[in-house]
């Protein structure tokens, strides 16, 4: 089993900045792909951003490319999202999610997920 643990959301000016961290632990090395994905009220559950444990491989929803960076430090097995230009459309809970499987995944069909994080963009 994999075990992530987010932080860093909060309440933030449109136009601000925030970083998100998840912190994963227990089988990381089966880890091949993490990813952000986030959830506003009454809506489903979007692809935000995505890497590849290993070589660092990125990909991102059209809706933020060139605003969010996703990173990982593989020596602390952390993952991030750098959130900037925030927009009032950002708001929403952000999910840290981890698969085993290979390849380009974008649905939220991941194994294993965080608890969420809550990021408020005010207007």
């Known amino acids: 089993q994999v075990q992530l643990v987010e932080s860093g959301g909060g309440l933030v000016q449109a136009g601000g900045s925030l970083r998100l961290s998840c912190a994963a632990s227990?089988?990381?090395?089966?880890?091949?792909?993490m990813a952000w994905f986030r959830q506003a009220p009454g809506k489903e559950r979007e692809f935000v951003a995505r890497?590849?444990?290993?070589?660092?491989?990125?990909y991102y929803a059209d809706s933020v490319k060139g605003r969010f960076t996703i990173s990982r430090d593989n020596a602390k097995n952390t993952l991030y999202l750098q959130m900037n230009s925030l927009k009032p459309e950002d708001t929403a809970v952000y999910y840290c999610?981890?698969?085993?499987?290979?390849?380009?995944?974008?649905?939220?069909?991941?194994?294993?997920w965080g608890q969420g994080t809550q990021v408020t963009v005010a207007s």
């Open positions: 227990g089988r990381t090395f089966s880890i091949s792909n």
């Open positions: 999610a981890a698969d085993r499987r290979l390849g380009l995944r974008l649905s939220p069909d991941y194994e294993h």
């Open positions: 890497i590849t444990w290993s070589v660092g491989s990125t």
